[in-house]
């Protein structure tokens, strides 16, 4: 959380204004959002002239024979990735993939925040990742960027939750409206997939940010759409319709071989023991080799590519080959610690399959077809519209991009169908899978419970036993006959979490093998249920629900796996107990609003003046309140926590407190 914080009195008539205060919020936004997009796109041309424009220069100075003169095209996706990874690790372990989820998460279940230092991190991770050939795109980022500046500025007016998630949302629109020059799309974009609501209030706000940030992007970079057409595309006969049908239902197919592509690769990765740079090594090889021994159409944002496509100028054979390089490009770069989007790798996928099958149409038809450029154009909204679930933005940003509004039934369509036909393939989307891995799919209408308000941090164990996996099976059985711990982590020297060998696997495996031999390797489980500190007991629930475990390992994310202690459900459950009669005491200290409904209550967030003697030192017991209020959390520098009767108040913290709507004024009057 950043610590500047604006004058209070500042403060004060942002959060009271209703309308003005939030407008001039949304355009602050939008203008960091629009700047922060332009910045990006010069990071990414600086890294793309460092690597690539005057990496050329190296193999021609070392005289280097035949196909060697292209060595920089090898190498540089391996440095680039080697670099992202090392960045992100060190400074911001979220800012690793494609951002979209992660700004998912914090609206649904972290009240907006994300951390400040995430926007710098990710701009620089992913210029590094785009510039360097990785395979991926500018919208992750750019939405993760300005969703950071929106958070930043609701963090530093002091707003509620509910606000910063609005900014948030601005942020993103921001970010999506200057990127493609598209500000309508950005709009839905922010209301679709980060909101998922259409609310007026929303609605307006958002416009207001992302045509902010458009205009700054225009002002600077030109008014000219992301795809320049050679000529507009239209529907040529009402035969083609059924085409375009039939082309729906294939990239709907397509869509869901790509997310799921996108989340396998992600898994055989984090199976693979080696260190974090090894992957990167292999992964940035494997994309510079597609590049050096292919073509390096699948590098980057893929821009030149879906431009070729669209100008019906690439033949049938390298479309369909660069359908699946690109998949294969993209997953690899995700997979091995690379930073960026999926919605261009997207664009890139349905332009080249929709291309292909064009050239089958016009071969087959040839006068009743539009150009397999039609095709591409229809095909590029499909797979992306299918694969996010957003037929809406992905309809609209195609539009904008291509300023072409002629292609407009075909591409309903075509979309449509796409987004039914990967929906039935599968529940999830390309966000929405890592949004469930990270705990966040549940929607803001859930009942507050003590379940939401306890986190891991607070339960888990600091004590815990670890193995090495080079540890003799018949030592640690000796080991267990004397303890009553039934699982171990097993942990590699530096304490990263490779994996758990619980009792029933170890007697397993010296009842089928010779015990001499046999070691904790043999017989550890390498794919681990895991949970961070700043999960909720909800999501420790439902983990422990999936399995029949007696403890789970907590790391510091599921990218680093540091571990860092052990929640065991004995603790977990002793803890919410303990949480839910202090709980209760509160309730009833506070004048009995047990009787409070989440539709009558109202958060209002108060940080702690260092003038405020009524609070300063004082224990929450000893703390008079307006009658129905309580105080649920505190945020204390970068943490977040649930007090106790005995929790003292210190200066500089933020008290989440609830009331009833009746008392809502006398708690406002108490905050000052």
Same mark, same amino acid.
């Given at each position: ?58 193999p021609?100075?070392?005289n ?5 003169q ?36 914090? %609206? ?10 995430v ?42 939750? #509910? ?11 921001g ?14 974009f ?19 940010a992302?045509?902010?940030?458009t205009?700054? &992007?225009r002002?600077v ?8 057409l ?34 396998t ?13 090894l ?40 479309m ?37 099958f ?13 150009p397999?450029?039609?095709y ?10 299918a694969?996010a ?7 609209? @940003? ?30 999830? &989307? @390309? ?8 705990g966040?799919?549940?929607g ?26 080079d ?35 170890? #007697?397993l ?10 070691t904790v390797?043999? %017989? ?23 399995s ?38 509160l ?7 047990a ?15 260092p003038?405020?003697r ?8 000893? %703390? ?25 108040v ?16 006398e708690?406002k009057?108490w905050?000052?």
């Open positions: 959380m950043t610590s500047f914080r604006l004058p209070r009195h500042i403060r004060y008539r942002l959060q009271r204004s209703a309308t003005a205060g939030p407008v001039v919020l949304a355009v602050i936004v939008g203008l960091l959002a629009g700047a922060w997009a332009i910045l990006f796109r010069w990071l990414i041309r600086a890294v793309q002239w460092a690597l690539f424009d005057q990496g050329s220069r190296i021609a100075q070392l280097l024979p035949g196909m060697l292209n060595l920089h095209v090898l190498l540089a996706p391996a440095i680039g990735m080697v670099v992202v990874v090392l960045i992100v690790r060190r400074w911001a372990p979220e800012a690793r993939g494609h951002g979209v989820p992660e700004v998912q998460y914090a %609206v649904r279940a972290s009240g907006g925040n994300i951390r400040a230092r926007a710098s991190v990710k701009a620089l991770a992913s210029a590094i990742s785009i510039g360097s050939g990785g395979s991926v795109g500018r919208e992750g980022p750019i939405v993760q960027i300005g969703s950071t500046l929106g958070s930043v500025v609701g963090r530093v007016t002091g707003l509620g939750s #509910e606000q910063k998630k609005l900014l948030v949302a601005c942020g993103a629109a970010g999506v409206g200057a990127t493609f020059n598209a500000p309508i799309a950005g709009v839905l922010a209301l679709e997939v980060i909101l998922g609501n259409f609310a007026a209030r929303s609605f307006g706000l958002v416009v207001v992302s045509v902010t940030a205009a700054l &992007s002002a970079l030109g008014p000219e759409p992301a795809f320049s050679l000529h507009r595309f239209a529907l040529v006969s009402p035969r083609e319709l059924f085409l375009y049908l039939i082309l729906g239902s294939l990239l709907g197919l397509l869509a869901t071989l790509y997310v799921r592509s996108i989340y690769f992600e898994e055989l990765f984090e199976r693979w023991g080696s260190s974090a740079i992957k990167a090594v292999a992964g940035g090889l494997t994309i510079g080799a597609m590049g050096f021994f292919g073509t390096t159409l699948v590098f980057g944002v893929g821009y030149e590519g879906m431009e070729l496509a669209l100008a019906s100028r690439l033949s049938l054979q390298l369909l080959a660069l359908v699946f390089l690109k998949i294969l490009a993209t997953s690899v770069t995700l997979a091995a610690g690379g930073s960026g989007g999926v919605f261009a790798p997207a664009l890139f996928i349905g332009a080249m399959a929709g291309g292909a064009g050239a089958v149409a016009n071969g087959l038809f040839p006068g009743w077809t539009a397999s450029g039609a591409a154009l229809v095909g590029m909204a499909a797979v992306f519209g694969a679930h957003a037929p809406i933005t992905a309809v609209l @940003i195609l539009f904008e991009m291509t300023d072409d509004y002629l292609i407009i039934l075909p591409l309903m369509l075509a979309v449509g169908v796409a987004y039914l036909t990967q929906s039935h393939a599968t529940g999830d &989307s @390309i966000y929405s899978v890592k949004l469930r891995r990270l966040g799919l549940e803001p209408e859930r009942e507050v419970s003590v379940l939401d308000m306890l986190l891991v941090v607070d339960a888990m164990s600091e004590e815990y036993e670890t193995v090495s996996e540890l003799q099976a018949l030592e640690l059985a000796a080991r267990a006959r004397s303890r009553r711990t039934r699982s171990w982590p097993v942990t590699d020297p530096e304490g990263k979490l490779i994996g758990i060998v619980a009792d029933t696997d170890l #007697e495996g010296l009842i089928e093998t010779e015990g001499d031999s046999l390797a043999d %017989v550890m489980t390498t794919t681990v249920i895991t949970l961070r500190p700043q999960d909720t007991m909800r999501v420790a629930f439902r983990r422990f629900s999936m029949d475990v007696q403890q789970i390992p907590v790391v510091t994310d599921e990218q680093d796996r540091q571990l860092v202690g052990v929640l065991r459900r004995y603790d977990m459950l002793w803890a919410y107990k303990t949480l839910s009669d202090e709980h209760d005491q309730l009833e200290k506070g004048g009995g609003p009787r409070l409904s989440t539709e009558g209550v109202v958060q209002i967030d108060f940080e702690v003046p003038e405020d009524r609070l300063i030192g004082r224990r929450l017991k000893a %703390v008079t309140l307006p009658p129905d209020s309580i105080i649920t959390l505190i945020r204390r520098g970068d943490r977040i926590f649930v007090p106790h009767g005995g929790t003292r210190e200066a500089g913290d933020i008290l989440y407190l609830l009331t009833t709507r009746e008392h809502e004024a708690l009057s905050t000052g």
